[in-house]
């Protein structure tokens, strides 16, 4: 699939007649492949631009971008990226992305709405989706709901990352409440705590877990998972009934960019956006690309789990309202959940 060419439109210049943007972009995994070529293509047809990529993880960097606001405001670290939605809801609470709309990126327009964050501070460009990793020598049925993960008789098989809101969120939903009415959540992990084998810090620990049959399942990544039933491990991915959770990728330009830098940002967004490139991305990184117009392989299309349906049909969580209570819920769970851990 070809890559889509870059904006010909030359942006405004500086006093300098010279405009400098760094651009984050994601390590690893195929996530530089799409970046790294509009943004090379755009150098070539602007020679009076330069675009420095960061590359790294929203974790390490997004704390460096608001230090960064708080002593130089005017001078953001990074001018805009990839964000995914921790980042971009902390963002909001520390005010850090600038208004966007289609006159700045225009294929923002294909977009699904559900995905475009209030005055486009934060443009979607995909979902990864969640559903349930399971060990097929373990698990002979793909399990059909979330509820597996709580079920009486399935002590020690469950393994998931620590602090893991949406855990908790699912499990409030299908028992009465949601995010704004979390207790539900709670209850059902502090009556099966013993289901948790192990509450892990990295992807790996969660594979070696599940692959090693310690665990059963995780609510896992369908693209991270995807990636290591292709090597062999004994994985199977299960979209539950009531739905898989949606985990959006973002596209966000930094609050403090001048007219010219958000001009050059504005451009690259907009490339990526375009049908072969969104799609490209998707298809590179096993995510799904959240706008109408993705020019999806024919794969993309048959796997139910990278089709357009899948991010359509996605469960998008509150995120702003858990990043507002992540901290409290963080001491509920050392309380409630982490202390009845056997």
């Given at each position: 699939?070809?890559l889509?060419?870059?904006?010909?439109?030359?942006?405004?210049?500086?006093?300098?007649?010279?405009?400098?943007?760094?651009?984050?972009?994601?390590?690893?995994?195929?996530?530089?492949?799409?970046?790294?070529?509009?943004?090379?293509?755009?150098?070539?047809?602007?020679?009076?631009?330069?675009?420095?990529?960061?590359?790294?993880?929203?974790?390490?960097?997004?704390?460096?971008?608001v230090?960064?606001?708080?002593?130089?405001?005017?001078?953001?670290?990074?001018?805009?990226?990839?964000?995914?939605?921790?980042?971009?809801?902390?963002?909001?609470?520390?005010?850090?992305?600038?208004?966007?709309?289609?006159?700045?990126?225009?294929?923002?327009?294909?977009?699904?709405?559900?995905?475009?964050?209030?005055?486009?501070?934060?443009?979607?460009?995909?979902?990864?989706?969640?559903?349930?990793?399971?060990?097929?020598?373990?698990?002979?049925?793909?399990?059909?709901?979330?509820?597996?993960?709580?079920?009486?008789?399935n002590?020690?098989?469950?393994?998931?990352?620590?602090?893991?809101?949406?855990?908790?969120?699912?499990a409030a939903?299908l028992?009465?409440?949601?995010?704004?009415?979390?207790?539900?959540?709670?209850?059902?992990?502090?009556?099966?705590?013993?289901?948790?084998?192990?509450?892990?810090?990295?992807?790996?620990a969660?594979?070696?877990?599940?692959?090693?049959?310690?665990?059963?399942?995780?609510?896992?990544?369908?693209?991270?998972?995807?990636?290591?039933?292709?090597?062999?491990?004994?994985?199977?991915?299960?979209?539950?009934?009531?739905?898989?959770?949606?985990?959006?990728?973002?596209?966000?330009?930094?609050n403090?960019?001048?007219?010219?830098?958000?001009?050059?940002c504005?451009?690259?967004?907009?490339?990526?956006?375009?049908?072969?490139?969104a799609?490209?991305?998707?298809?590179?990184?096993y995510?799904?690309?959240?706008?109408?117009?993705a020019?999806?392989?024919?794969?993309?299309?048959?796997?139910?789990l990278?089709?357009?349906?899948?991010?359509?049909?996605?469960?998008?969580?509150?995120?702003?309202?858990?990043?507002?209570?992540?901290?409290?819920?963080?001491?509920?769970?050392?309380?409630?959940?982490?202390?009845?851990?056997?």
């Amino acid at each position: 699939m070809a890559l889509a060419a870059s904006s010909p439109v030359v942006p405004a210049l500086a006093q300098d007649g010279k405009v400098n943007v760094t651009f984050f972009i994601w390590a690893g995994s195929n996530q530089g492949v799409i970046p790294t070529k509009v943004i090379e293509d755009y150098r070539a047809a602007h020679p009076n631009v330069t675009i420095d990529i960061l590359e790294s993880n929203n974790t390490i960097t997004y704390p460096k971008m608001v230090a960064a606001r708080r002593t130089t405001p005017d001078d953001p670290l990074v001018h805009c990226g990839f964000f995914n939605v921790d980042a971009i809801t902390k963002g909001k609470v520390d005010d850090m992305w600038a208004p966007v709309s289609t006159a700045d990126v225009p294929n923002m327009a294909n977009v699904l709405e559900r995905f475009v964050r209030p005055e486009g501070k934060g443009i979607g460009y995909q979902t990864s989706t969640i559903g349930i990793m399971y060990n097929t020598d373990k698990v002979k049925e793909p399990p059909k709901s979330w509820s597996v993960l709580w079920a009486d008789g399935n002590d020690k098989q469950v393994t998931f990352f620590d602090y893991d809101t949406r855990m908790l969120a699912i499990a409030a939903r299908l028992n009465g409440g949601d995010e704004r009415n979390i207790d539900p959540g709670f209850e059902v992990w502090a009556n099966h705590a013993g289901n948790i084998r192990a509450l892990v810090d990295s992807n790996d620990a969660v594979k070696n877990l599940i692959v090693s049959g310690d665990a059963y399942y995780s609510p896992w990544f369908a693209s991270l998972a995807s990636v290591w039933m292709k090597e062999g491990a004994p994985l199977g991915f299960a979209a539950p009934e009531e739905g898989m959770i949606a985990f959006p990728v973002y596209l966000a330009i930094a609050n403090g960019v001048t007219p010219e830098e958000k001009k050059v940002c504005g451009d690259l967004i907009n490339t990526l956006l375009e049908p072969e490139n969104a799609a490209r991305y998707g298809e590179l990184t096993y995510s799904v690309p959240v706008t109408t117009n993705a020019a999806l392989s024919d794969e993309q299309k048959a796997n139910p789990l990278l089709s357009l349906e899948a991010a359509e049909k996605a469960i998008l969580l509150d995120y702003d309202y858990i990043a507002e209570m992540s901290s409290d819920w963080r001491e509920r769970w050392d309380r409630e959940v982490k202390f009845k851990m056997r």
